[in-house]
């Protein structure tokens, strides 16, 4: 657990600092953070770590680092300002993308 909360740590420090770093009307980091973040949990999935390693990095780093909250709520702010499309396609793109990221990520592995 303490391993979990340490990844954790890390990777809530790292999203928060990217999502500080790319500001945009349309949530650009919170999409690449969680395309990376797939990739990088199919990689390291397909790499088989050890279980300290997977609490520590899939669990703790990348489950604090990638974000389906933010996701959502980001949906909701686009649909109030009534931006249909950029909805849709942020919507379609982060599903589609983030599965074939996991995916490439456990091809490369």
Partial sequence: MILV???GFFGALIR???????????PWATFIINC???????????????????QLLGIGF?????????FGFEVL??????MWLQTVTYI???VILGILCAALGLLIA
């Fill in 36 to 54: 990376s973040g797939s990739f990088a949990l199919g990689l390291l999935y397909g790499l088989q770590p050890i279980e300290w390693l997977w």
């Fill in 16 to 26: 928060f600092s990217i999502g500080k770093y790319i500001v945009s009307s349309y």
């Fill in 92 to 94: 379609f793109s982060s």
């Fill in 62 to 70: 990348l489950g604090a680092y990638t974000t389906f909250s933010t």
């Fill in 5 to 7: 909360g340490i990844g």
């Fill in 77 to 82: 702010q686009l649909l109030e300002k009534h």
